[in-house]
């Protein structure tokens, strides 16, 4: 009966533990994916040398902010703080597309 306890509570934990590790990892994989098309546009001469650094710099204040925030909150992000760091996301991503498809291209 102990065993049978101890299996109910031990996977009640973890699934009450996987959405918040799927959040987090929500945030490191749009990081990823976003600076897969900042290098793509690099690559492909879409991005100027200024936008690439606007856009970097952006990626990092972004990056430094979550790390101070976990940091602060123990390693965890608060539902606000992912709220806040997915419209950063979104509007970094709206500003990676504009940049990409404005015209300007790198001097080859």
């Known amino acids: 009966m102990k065993r049978i306890v101890l299996a109910v509570f031990l996977g009640a934990l973890l699934c009450a533990a996987a959405p918040q590790e799927e959040k987090e990892g929500r945030i ?32 990092s204040n972004l990056n430094k902010e979550v790390r101070a925030d976990r940091k602060a909150n123990g390693g965890n992000l608060t539902n606000n703080e992912k709220r806040q760091v997915n419209r950063q996301q979104n509007r970094l991503s709206k500003q990676i597309y504009k940049d990409k498809h404005n015209g300007k291209t790198q001097p080859k």
């Not at 990823?32 to 690099?42: A, D, L, T």
């Open 28 to 59: 490191q994989q749009r990081k990823e994916n976003q600076q897969q098309r900042i290098g793509n546009g690099v690559k492909n001469g879409s991005l100027t040398a200024g936008e690439t650094s606007h856009l970097e710099k952006k990626e």
